[in-house]
């Protein structure tokens, strides 16, 4: 069992910055490829970043490549989503998530485990 708790959201202004963290435990971390997904009330739930286990490989959906940066720390059990240039349609709540293997993967489905996500709100 794989437990994910996400920290670091909050309000900010369009422009500004913030930090996501999630803190991982009950498996062995670096075997794990790690993802964060974002989703609106309403809507569904969508790609936004993720990161092989060894932190080799990364990839990032189009809305948010250049501005954000995911990164892990595999001595912490921590992966980051760094979040720069911030709009208001970055406003959702924040997931992340952990597979099972190593490789990263753009897909949902392939992620065993979630965390309970957090709220980034982005004012204009």
């Known amino acids: 069992q794989v437990q994910l708790v996400e920290s670091g959201g909050g309000l900010v202004q369009a422009g500004g910055s913030l930090r996501l963290s999630c803190a991982a435990s009950?498996?062995?971390?670096?075997?794990?490829?790690m993802g964060w997904f974002r989703q609106v009330l309403g809507k569904e739930r969508e790609f936004v970043a993720t990161?092989?286990?060894?932190?080799?490989?990364?990839n990032y959906a189009d809305s948010v490549k250049g501005r954000f940066t995911i990164c892990r720390d595999n001595a912490k059990n921590t992966v980051y989503l760094q979040m720069n240039s911030l709009k208001p349609e970055d406003t959702a709540v924040y997931y992340c998530?952990?597979?099972?293997?190593?490789?990263?993967?753009?897909?949902?489905?392939?992620?065993?485990?979630w965390g309970q996500g957090t709220q980034v709100t982005v004012s204009s």
């Open positions: 009950g498996r062995t971390f670096s075997s794990s490829a």
């Open positions: 990161i092989s286990g060894s932190g080799g490989s990364t």
């Open positions: 998530a952990a597979r099972r293997r190593v490789f990263s993967t753009t897909l949902q489905s392939n992620y065993y485990y």
